[in-house]
């Protein structure tokens, strides 16, 4: 499958994102949890979120010529979007796992605790903004095109409100709610859908005078129709189940979904001179 070779920036954009989503909702459930035991099962399962940032982290320094070099990266923050990306997206990561870490020993004071919570969300936030605009590169017509974001940030909605609910909705101290996240994922995936609809329309406007833009991932309509089909199974089980089981097969699902949109995002990479968009 075209894109494949770009497997750890696959994983780095989708766990991140993912994890980016889940702590927004550990965020929100965080901020209005009372109850010790409550607030001490959501900090123990914050820890998968973490786990699954810091693989992406890893994943995208094993996609360096040389990972030694990898603080290179920063030479530029404030004028590259990459050197940006990784500059955020440390600090997110940093201000998280610290959070984490003070949380986990009880020295996090319930009010600092809130606030830090609100600044790493926002932080992460940012992360995203910069991670979506690495990609808006005007001599590749195939990522220049505001679907890019679209994706990327709808990852953050569908991954995250997955990855969310599974870890949070076993706790059986919780005093919040979380009935409202399944419906956000369904929004999500529709929203996912329409995005694949237009991205799959506009592919035929991008060619150049030996090769069409549709040719470089022929396998782009079934590989979406399978995307959309575990989104929309997993779906299924966030409404219907709230066994812990199931729940884990259904973020499993989301998760692979959103890998195969990635791969095939990462196989319509295409240079200016080589294509012409009309």
């Known amino acids: 499958m075209n894109g494949l070779h770009e497997l750890p920036l696959i994983l780095f954009t989708v766990f991140a994102q993912s994890a980016v989503g889940a ?95 609100v600044v790493t969300s926002l932080v992460g936030l940012v992360f995203m903004y910069m991670m979506a605009n690495v990609y808006q590169i005007s001599t590749v017509p195939t990522w220049y095109t505001p679907l890019t974001s679209w994706a990327f940030y709808l990852t953050v909605v569908v991954g995250g409100s997955a990855l969310g609910y599974t870890l949070l909705q076993p706790n059986s101290y919780k005093e919040y709610c979380l009935k409202w996240v399944p419906y956000l994922y369904w929004i999500g995936v529709v929203l996912v859908a329409i995005t694949v609809m237009y991205q799959g329309a506009s592919l035929a406007n991008i060619h150049s005078s030996v090769t069409q833009a549709v040719t470089l991932v022929p396998d782009f309509a079934p590989l979406m129709a399978l995307r959309l089909a575990l989104l929309g199974l997993a779906g299924f089980i966030f409404l219907r189940s709230k066994n812990t089981v199931l729940l884990v097969v259904a973020v499993i699902f989301a998760l692979f979904a959103e890998l195969v949109g990635r791969t095939l995002f990462y196989g319509l990479h295409m240079t200016a001179g080589m294509a012409i968009a009309s």
């Not at 929100?28 to 982290?57: N, T």
């Not at 990561?93 to 986990?104: E, P, V």
């Not at 319930?110 to 830090?116: F, V």
């Open 23 to 117: 702590f927004l909702l550990f965020t929100f459930v965080l901020c209005q949890a009372e109850s010790s035991k409550s607030r001490q099962y959501v900090h123990k399962v914050m820890f998968v979120v973490l786990a699954l940032l810091g693989i992406g982290f890893v994943a995208s320094i094993m996609h360096l010529g040389s990972p030694l070099r990898a603080f290179n990266s920063l030479n530029r923050i404030g004028s590259s979007m990459l050197s940006n990306e990784i500059a955020s997206g440390a600090l997110f990561f940093a201000l998280a796992g610290c959070y984490w870490l003070l949380a986990i020993l009880n020295k996090m004071p319930q009010a600092l605790g809130k606030l830090w919570l």
